[in-house]
Structure formats: structure tokens, C-alpha cells
């Protein structure tokens, strides 16, 4: 068996590939933090457009009153008392 198939070759680290591609980098960073800020942006949008109608629902759209328990409440639960 060869011994070059065991030969460990040292790594070398070059600064200058990262600072070449410094732009590269920098704005697909950018990109993230501005794709995050959307997509957060968002949620917060959707999130209070979801609650306030759960919130402050009107009775005619009773399923989306949440001080109202969709199953009707205790009144259908059977005591045993005629």
C-alpha cells in the first residue's frame, strides 16, 4: 500500500480569499438581515390583523369572539338535577 494515500497535507488559511469576496459577503448579509426584517415585519402585520377581530369581534361574527366559547359554554353540561 502507498504511503501517499495516508499523507496528511496541512491546510493553509488565506485572509484573501474572504477579503475578496468581502462584497460578497457584506451583501448577501445584507440580504438576510432585510429578508428577516420582511418576514418580521409581516407577522407582526398578520398577527394584529388576526387578533384584533378576535378581540374586539362584533356578535355577528361570533366564531371570532374570543370572549365567547365556541362549544356553547357550561349551560349543555348535565347537572343530574331534574
Given at each position: ?41 409581516l ?29 356553547g ?10
Amino acid at each position: 500500500m502507498s504511503n501517499a494515500l495516508f499523507r496528511v497535507h496541512e491546510m493553509m488559511f488565506d485572509p484573501n480569499v474572504i477579503l475578496r469576496h468581502m462584497p460578497e459577503i457584506i451583501s448577501g448579509t445584507a440580504v438576510k438581515l432585510a429578508l428577516w426584517i420582511a418576514w418580521m415585519l409581516l407577522g407582526v402585520i398578520l398577527g394584529f390583523i388576526i387578533a384584533t377581530p378576535r378581540r374586539y369581534g362584533s356578535p355577528l361574527h361570533g366564531s371570532f369572539n374570543a370572549a365567547k366559547p365556541l362549544c356553547g359554554g357550561p349551560q349543555h353540561v348535565r347537572t343530574g338535577v331534574a
